[in-house]
């Protein structure tokens, strides 16, 4: 199949696995679009319903919930990694060419920088409206491993290194369902590393959630039975880890890298799972067998 091809069919798996291949379809290909979606690394649903991605040239876009339909609300004109929106207030958007995080205002659409010079490769952001942090990896080299993860205040933007690392490849992240720890992947480790809160909300011990994993680990995302998902960038599949931790399981993969397409960030609507696929132009979703509530609204619940 030529690298440029829509596709917009099944395809093949390269062993057992939970969820039949079926399961998962092209929910919007980009590729001829306009805008165009461009290797998107992104995703996330919002309160309006609609699956949230970003480019690789800074435009942060929305596509309908059948598929139908797509729209650019704004751009940073940089690289668009990581996405997370705090309740039904802002989108935040981690931006890799100006080391940046942006905040975008989801009442006027205005879109602005949030974070202060410091961190270098913003990866991935979480939102903890309970503590009002917003955590974000950030991602060194395995030669330059440096601060890990930072946290922000969620009004202000004033941040500092929450956990120093050192972590091989620090990349998506999730909290846990009890909100005591913060989920890490180590992409290079093949590890996912949970991080538990002080009482100050400081950084306590990190210790290993699950290792040896089959695939390199990109993004996560909990489904409301306390089991982690977890895309993986290579092989292209998506793995289901239990509630608790231990061993992975491969959910769902693509041995030809057509559907899923090194998918790297996944988000829950419900029991629909999308999937960015950094390696074409199109989002991904998964009929699961399991569901779970949207991050926006798990933000939105918790009070100042």
């Given amino acids: 199949m030529m690298a440029g091809a829509a596709m917009h069919h099944g395809f093949t798996t390269g062993g ?8 998962a379809t092209v929910l919007f290909d980009g590729i001829f679009s306009s805008p165009r979606l461009q290797h998107p690394e992104g995703v996330a649903v919002g309160p309006d319903g ?15 919930p059948d598929g139908s339909e797509i729209e650019e609300v704004a751009s940073t004109g940089g690289f668009l990694l990581g996405l997370a929106f705090d309740g039904d207030r802002a989108l935040f958007a981690c931006d890799s060419r100006y080391s940046a995080v942006f905040r975008l205002d989801l009442a006027d659409r205005s879109l602005a920088r949030f974070t202060a010079p410091g961190i270098e490769v913003p990866n991935y952001a979480v939102v903890d409206r309970a503590r009002g942090r917003l955590y974000v990896s950030d991602t060194r080299g395995p030669s330059d491993p440096g601060p890990s993860i930072w946290s922000y205040d969620l009004e202000t933007g004033a941040g500092e290194v929450w956990h120093g690392g050192p972590f091989d490849f620090a990349n998506g992240m999730a909290l846990s369902p009890e909100g005591d720890a913060l989920l890490l ?18 950084a306590g011990a990190a210790t290993t959630y699950s290792d040896d994993l089959p695939g390199l680990p990109d993004g996560l995302a909990f489904d409301d039975a306390g089991a982690l998902f977890v895309g993986c960038y290579e092989p292209s599949r998506v793995l289901r880890i ?7 399981e491969i ?8 559907v899923l397409a090194h998918p790297t960030n996944i988000a829950f609507d419900g029991a629909a799972l999308y999937t960015a696929n950094l390696g074409r132009w199109h989002v991904t979703k ?8 949207p991050l926006w609204r798990r933000s939105a619940d918790k009070t100042d």
């Avoid at 959910?251 to 057509?258: F, K, L, N, P």
């Avoid at 998964?286 to 509530?293: L, M, R």
């Fill in 251 to 258: 959910y769902i993969e693509d041995a030809t890298a057509h």
């Fill in 286 to 293: 998964i009929d699961t067998d399991t569901s779970a509530t």
């Fill in 16 to 23: 057992p696995t939970l969820l039949p291949a079926e399961r």
């Fill in 50 to 64: 609609w699956v949230w991605a970003g480019s690789e040239n800074g435009q942060i876009l929305r596509i309908a």
């Fill in 185 to 202: 992947c180590e992409t290079f480790a093949r590890r996912i590393t949970r991080i538990a809160f002080r009482a100050d909300g400081s």
């Fill in 242 to 248: 239990p509630a608790g931790g231990g061993a992975a």
